[in-house]
């Protein structure tokens, strides 16, 4: 299935929390847009894999994108090495999308890091025809895709651009209270976590605001690009 945008996280949860408003528009605008979750969280403090499972597919549903995979990388492990890196360029060569996404390289969680450093190595790769990938027994044409862009996570960065999320901001949150076991539910009776703390979901909110102020926008979320951005119009 070709997709325009494939973006990666390290946990179910991730990419909502990064950018789950940018998903819900892109989705919005009729781009086909995938995520491809490296682990299924299984060391999280709260919840259990299947419970994960079912509020990512909860998530899923509320984001209306068109693919979601899980690659079952043991959770805590994210390290790169060619067995992943390796997984990672045939996804990409299956999917063939234009543009990624991956979590900031820089973070608090290590394998948030991990990630990063495994889809940098394979956007590149997958680009180069002598390395070789196969899927459902046939060879994989090479496929480099055009932007590589990294969203925020815990550690903040200057952004490179902002995307006015002001009329999917709900949408985001909703998928975000979807992982019920994970961020605060009174109705929930598990471990005080960094994310389970009620301060989170009031922090995440005045992150939105507070990039969203600076293209005076309500809501907004943060981007960077290690590569020039050409900006094809002073004007709209």
């Not at 403090?45 to 899923?60: D, I, K, L, Q, Y």
């Not at 068109?66 to 805590?76: F, M, P, Q, T």
């Not at 651009?161 to 949150?173: A, L, P, Q, V, W």
Request: charged share 30%; glycine share 6%; no cysteine.
């Amino acid at each position: 299935m070709k997709l325009d945008i494939l973006i990666f996280a390290a946990h179910p949860d991730d990419a909502e929390l990064g950018m789950g408003g940018t998903i819900a528009k892109l989705a919005a605008e009729g781009k086909s847009v995938g995520i491809i979750d490296l682990t299924e969280a299984e060391l999280s403090s709260n919840g259990t894999v299947e419970s994960r499972r079912e509020e990512t597919e909860e998530a899923t549903r509320v984001l209306s994108i068109a693919y979601r995979e899980n690659l079952k990388v043991s959770d805590g492990r994210v390290k790169v090495n060619d067995k992943i890196v390796h997984s990672v360029i045939s996804i990409i060569r299956k999917h063939q999308p234009k543009i990624i996404f991956a979590p900031y390289f820089n973070d608090r969680h290590p394998d948030h890091i991990g990630t990063s450093k495994i889809v940098k190595e394979a956007v590149f790769f997958s680009g180069l025809k002598k390395i070789e990938t196969e899927l459902s027994g046939e060879q994989q044409s090479p496929h480099r895709p055009e932007k590589l862009y990294y969203y925020m996570q815990t550690y903040e960065f200057t952004p490179s651009f902002i995307i006015d999320i002001s009329d999917y901001f709900e949408t985001k949150m909703k998928a975000v209270r979807a992982y019920r076991s994970q961020f605060y539910n009174p109705d929930e009776k598990g471990e005080l976590t960094f994310i389970s703390d009620p301060k989170f979901i009031k922090y995440l909110e005045a992150r939105a605001r507070y990039f969203g102020f600076q293209i005076r926008k309500e809501y907004g979320e943060p981007f960077f690009s290690e590569e020039a951005i050409e900006l094809t119009k002073i004007v709209q």
